[in-house]
C-alpha cells in the first residue's frame, strides 16, 4: 500500500534538530569529542527538592489516576501566586490559567483553535520553529514578521499589511527571544496591543526564558498592561527556569476566553499532566530566588567566557541580557549551514545553523550555553585554530 501523508505534514521541513541530531550521532560514533553547543536543553540537573517532591507524589496512588484536563487547583494556585508576585499581574486561577503538557504542546495547538482555512497567523522570523509549522497543520497561512538586527530583532507592524492584518488571527511574539536573545520593553508590547485590538488579533506571547537573564535585568510580561487581558496570552514553562525539559510542564495563562478554547480543544486530545509532576510543579514555582540567582550566575559566566572568546576571535559578538543563547553575525563568507558544518567537521563543536530559524537567520549562528564553562574555553580554543 502507498502511505500518503496528509498535504499540510508534508509542507513541514524536516524538524531542524532531527537533522542535526543525526549528524552529531554519527560524529559521536566516530569517537570524537564533541561539544555540543546546538539545542537549547540545560546540561543541569533538576534541583533536588523538585525530584523529591516528584518521588513522593509518585507513591501515592491517588495520583495514578487521570488527571483533571482544567490541571490541578493546586497547580493553577501556585502559578497564580508566582505571576502575582513577579510581574504584579492578577490572574483568576479557575478561568484564566490552563497547565500545558509542557508550553510547546499548547504553542503547536492554539492555532487549531482559532485558524480556519486561509486565516493568518504572524509569526515572526527567525523563530521557534513550532510556531510557523503549527499555523500551517491548522490549515491557516503564515506570514513571516522579520526579525532584524537593525530593529533589535523587533517585529515592525508597520510593515504587515492592512490585508494581512485584515486576515490576522493570531500572532506569535517571544522575548526574551529565541534565537536572537533580543528583550522586548513594555513600550513595544503597548503597540503590539493596540494593533492587535484594532485588527481583533490574539498575541499569543511566548515568554519561556523570562527567568534567565543578566546584570539585574528583570523581563516584563505582557500582562502587566492595562488591556493586555483583552487581547493576549501568554504561554509559560518550567522547562528553561527549572532545568525540568524532559518533565513536560507549563501552562498559558491570559484572556479567558482563548483560556477556554485551547482547554476545548486540548480535552479532545489529552487528559492533563500526570499529577505527580504538577505536585512537583507547585515546589518548582516555590523555589526562592535564590535557586534561580545562582543558575543565572552558571549562565553569566559561561556567556562572558563564550562572548569574550568569540570577540577576542574578531566576531561581532555580543553579550545578551536575557536567555542562553548567543545569537552573533558569521564573520565569514558562507551560509550558516556551511559554517555549521565545517565547525562539526573541523572542530568537533555542535552549533546551530541561523536558516534552521527562517530565512531572515541567514549569516547567522546560535551557540547555546548549555555546556560548562571549560568546555567553552576549549570551543574558542578550536575555533581559534579553525
Ligand atoms: C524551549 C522553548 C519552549 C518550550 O518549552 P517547553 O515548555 O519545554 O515545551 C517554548 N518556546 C521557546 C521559545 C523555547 O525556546
Given at each position: 500500500?502507498?502511505?500518503?501523508?496528509?498535504?499540510?505534514?508534508?509542507?513541514?521541513?524536516?524538524y531542524?534538530?532531527?537533522?542535526?541530531?543525526?549528524?552529531?550521532?554519527?560524529?559521536?560514533?566516530?569517537?570524537?569529542?564533541?561539544?555540543?553547543?546546538?539545542?537549547?536543553d540545560?546540561?543541569?540537573?533538576?534541583?533536588?527538592?523538585?525530584?523529591?517532591?516528584?518521588?513522593?507524589?509518585?507513591?501515592?496512588p491517588?495520583?495514578?489516576?487521570?488527571?483533571?484536563?482544567?490541571?490541578?487547583?493546586?497547580?493553577?494556585?501556585?502559578?497564580?501566586?508566582?505571576y502575582?508576585?513577579?510581574?504584579?499581574?492578577?490572574?483568576?486561577?479557575?478561568?484564566?490559567?490552563?497547565p500545558?503538557?509542557?508550553?510547546?504542546?499548547?504553542?503547536?495547538?492554539?492555532?487549531?483553535?482559532?485558524?480556519?482555512?486561509?486565516?493568518?497567523?504572524?509569526?515572526?522570523?527567525?523563530?521557534?520553529?513550532?510556531?510557523?509549522?503549527?499555523?500551517?497543520?491548522a490549515?491557516?497561512v503564515?506570514?513571516?514578521?522579520?526579525?532584524?538586527?537593525?530593529?533589535?530583532?523587533?517585529?515592525?507592524?508597520?510593515?504587515?499589511t492592512?490585508?494581512?492584518?485584515?486576515?490576522?488571527?493570531?500572532?506569535?511574539i517571544?522575548?526574551?527571544?529565541?534565537?536572537?536573545?533580543?528583550?522586548?520593553?513594555?513600550?513595544?508590547?503597548?503597540?503590539v496591543?493596540k494593533?492587535?485590538?484594532?485588527?481583533?488579533?490574539?498575541?499569543?506571547?511566548d515568554l519561556?526564558?523570562?527567568?534567565?537573564?543578566?546584570?539585574?535585568?528583570?523581563?516584563?510580561?505582557i500582562?502587566e498592561?492595562?488591556?493586555?487581558?483583552?487581547?493576549?496570552?501568554?504561554?509559560?514553562?518550567?522547562?528553561?527556569?527549572?532545568?525540568?525539559?524532559?518533565?513536560?510542564?507549563?501552562?498559558?495563562?491570559?484572556?479567558?476566553?482563548?483560556?477556554?478554547a485551547?482547554?476545548?480543544?486540548?480535552s479532545n486530545?489529552?487528559?492533563?499532566?500526570?499529577?505527580?509532576?504538577?505536585?512537583?510543579?507547585?515546589?518548582?514555582?516555590?523555589?526562592p530566588?535564590?535557586?534561580?540567582?545562582?543558575?543565572?550566575?552558571v549562565?553569566?559566566?559561561r556567556?562572558d567566557a563564550?562572548?569574550?572568546?568569540?570577540?577576542?576571535?574578531?566576531?561581532?559578538?555580543?553579550?545578551?541580557?536575557?536567555?542562553?543563547?548567543?545569537?552573533?553575525?558569521?564573520?565569514?563568507?558562507?551560509s550558516?549551514?556551511?559554517?555549521?558544518?565545517?565547525?562539526?567537521?573541523?572542530?568537533?563543536?555542535?552549533?546551530?545553523?541561523?536558516?534552521?530559524?527562517g530565512?531572515?537567520g541567514?549569516?547567522?549562528?546560535?551557540?547555546a550555553?548549555?555546556?560548562?564553562?571549560?568546555?567553552?574555553?576549549?570551543?574558542?580554543?578550536?575555533?581559534?585554530?579553525?
Open positions: 500500500m502507498r502511505i500518503e501523508t496528509a498535504k499540510n505534514l508534508r509542507k513541514l521541513p524536516p531542524l534538530f532531527v537533522e542535526i541530531d543525526r549528524a552529531k550521532r554519527q560524529a559521536r560514533q566516530e569517537g570524537r569529542d564533541l561539544i555540543d553547543l546546538g539545542i537549547g540545560p546540561d543541569l540537573p533538576t534541583p533536588k527538592h523538585i525530584i523529591e517532591a516528584l518521588y513522593k507524589a509518585a507513591q501515592e491517588v495520583n495514578h489516576r487521570y488527571a483533571l484536563d482544567a490541571g490541578m487547583p493546586k497547580f493553577r494556585q501556585e502559578i497564580a501566586n508566582w502575582r508576585k513577579r510581574f504584579k499581574v492578577c490572574l483568576d486561577e479557575d478561568t484564566e490559567i490552563l500545558l503538557i509542557g508550553s510547546k504542546e499548547g504553542i503547536a495547538h492554539i492555532p487549531f483553535a482559532f485558524l480556519d482555512t486561509g486565516d493568518v497567523c504572524l509569526v515572526p522570523d527567525p523563530a521557534y520553529p513550532a510556531y510557523r509549522n503549527a499555523a500551517v497543520l490549515g491557516g503564515p506570514v513571516v514578521m522579520p526579525l532584524l538586527e537593525e530593529n533589535n530583532f523587533l517585529p515592525d507592524l508597520s510593515k504587515i492592512l490585508t494581512q492584518a485584515k486576515k490576522t488571527k493570531l500572532m506569535f517571544n522575548y526574551p527571544n529565541n534565537p536572537t536573545s533580543a528583550i522586548a520593553d513594555l513600550a513595544f508590547y503597548k503597540n496591543i494593533f492587535a485590538r484594532k485588527y481583533n488579533i490574539i498575541v499569543c506571547s519561556a526564558y523570562s527567568e534567565l537573564s543578566y546584570d539585574g535585568y528583570a523581563p516584563p510580561s500582562l498592561l492595562n488591556g493586555a487581558k483583552e487581547v493576549a496570552v501568554e504561554f509559560h514553562s518550567l522547562s528553561k527556569t527549572y532545568n525540568m525539559t524532559g518533565w513536560r510542564a507549563g501552562w498559558v495563562c491570559g484572556n479567558r476566553d482563548v483560556v477556554a485551547l482547554g476545548k480543544f486540548k486530545i489529552d487528559s492533563g499532566i500526570f499529577q505527580a509532576i504538577q505536585i512537583a510543579g507547585v515546589e518548582a514555582l516555590k523555589s530566588a535564590s535557586l534561580i540567582n545562582s543558575l543565572c550566575n549562565y553569566k559566566e556567556r563564550l562572548v569574550g572568546g568569540l570577540k577576542n576571535l574578531g566576531w561581532p559578538a555580543q553579550a545578551p541580557r536575557a536567555t542562553f543563547y548567543i545569537w552573533t553575525r558569521i564573520p565569514f563568507k558562507m550558516s549551514i556551511d559554517f555549521c558544518r565545517l565547525l562539526l567537521k573541523k572542530a568537533d563543536i555542535v552549533a546551530t545553523p541561523g536558516i534552521g530559524f530565512k531572515y541567514e549569516g547567522y549562528v546560535r551557540f550555553l548549555t555546556q560548562n564553562k571549560n568546555k567553552i574555553k576549549e570551543a574558542i580554543r578550536r575555533m581559534a585554530a579553525l
